[in-house]
C-alpha cells in the first residue's frame, strides 16, 4: 500500500510539475503518550446515536438553522467508504468530540456536489473530513488536535493521496495553520450543499509529504502527528466491511441492509 501510495503522489506531482522526493509512509513514533478520552470508529447504532447528538448540539452553536437538519444520522453515515469517529471520555464515557470522513473509493465526495474538482485531484484517492463537532469545555482544542491526527492516521492506512475539506470562515484559519492548499483561487468561497449552502473555502492536503512539510516548517505539531504514539486513537478499519450497509453511487443510494 504505501508503495502504490508514493508512486500515486510522485506521478500526481510530475503532472503539475512539482518534484517531490520519494518518502516512505510509517510510523516510526519516538515515544508514548496516554489521551484522558478514546478516538474510535463507530460500529453500532449507540455510537451513531452519540455522535448524531453531539454533531447536532455543536453545529447549533454556531449554525442554528442548518443545525436542525442533523438531528438524526445522515445517509452518508453509513456508506461504504465512509466511517464516523468518536471520541470519549475515559472518565465517565462522554462523548467529546466526532468527525466523518468519507472517501471517493466508491462514489463521489459530498463536496463534488457543489463543485468540480480540478484535473489534479480527479485520478486520486481524496477523503474528505465532514461534520466535526466538539463538545464546549477547555478540552475542545485537544479533542479537535487528535480527531484530525485519527483523520490523518486513516488517510495513511487506506492508502489516501489527498485529505479534503470544505471549512467557512473564520474556522478555515485552522487549516491554513495545518498547511492545507486552496484547492481553487486562494481565499474562493464556494456555497457547499451539504452544509446548507454556507459559502466554504475548499482545501487539500498532500498526505505523503505531511512530515517533510511539517518538519521543514518546524510546525509545532510535529511531534503529536508524527512522532507520538496515541494508543487511545484507533483508526485500524476493514474499508470492505462498512458499518450500516449502503453503497453510494453517482447518482443514487443503492440499499443493502437494514437502517435505524
Not at 15 to 40: C, D, M, N, W
Not at 112 to 119: D, F, I, T
Not at 141 to 148: C, G, H, I, K
Not at 244 to 252: E, K
Request: charge should be negative; charged fraction near 25%; glycine fraction near 6%.
Amino acid at each position: 500500500m504505501i508503495a502504490q501510495q508514493n508512486a500515486a503522489v510522485l506521478n500526481d506531482a510530475a503532472v503539475r510539475g512539482f518534484a517531490i522526493e520519494p518518502q516512505a509512509i510509517t510510523h516510526s513514533y519516538k515515544t508514548t503518550e496516554r489521551l484522558p478520552f478514546r478516538v474510535k470508529i463507530v460500529t453500532n447504532d449507540e455510537d451513531l446515536w452519540k455522535a448524531v447528538r453531539l454533531r447536532q448540539s455543536a453545529y447549533a452553536r454556531h449554525v442554528p438553522e442548518f443545525a436542525r437538519q442533523l438531528e438524526e444520522p445522515e445517509v452518508a453515515d453509513r456508506e461504504a467508504g465512509s466511517v464516523v469517529l468518536l471520541a470519549e471520555s475515559k472518565l465517565d464515557g462522554s462523548s467529546l468530540g466526532t468527525m466523518r470522513i468519507q472517501t471517493n473509493r466508491y462514489g463521489p465526495l459530498e463536496l463534488e456536489e457543489s463543485v468540480e474538482l480540478p484535473a489534479w485531484l480527479q485520478d486520486c484517492s481524496l477523503a474528505e473530513a465532514t461534520r466535526l463537532g466538539v463538545g464546549e469545555g477547555s478540552i475542545g482544542r485537544v479533542v479537535t488536535t487528535a480527531l484530525f491526527k485519527a483523520y490523518y492516521l486513516y488517510c495513511l492506512d487506506q492508502g489516501i493521496d489527498w485529505m479534503v475539506i470544505t471549512a467557512r470562515k473564520p474556522l478555515d484559519r485552522q487549516y491554513d495553520m495545518l498547511m492545507f492548499q486552496d484547492v481553487f483561487e486562494a481565499g474562493s468561497l464556494f456555497p457547499m450543499h451539504h452544509v446548507g449552502d454556507i459559502p466554504h473555502r475548499v482545501m487539500a492536503f498532500d498526505v505523503a509529504a505531511a512530515r517533510r512539510r511539517w518538519t521543514e516548517s518546524k510546525h509545532p505539531l510535529l511531534g503529536f502527528m508524527c512522532d507520538i504514539h496515541h494508543a487511545d486513537i484507533d483508526v485500524q478499519h476493514d474499508d470492505f466491511a462498512p458499518f450500516g450497509g449502503t453503497i453510494r453511487t453517482a447518482n443514487r443510494f443503492e440499499e443493502l441492509g437494514s437502517r435505524a
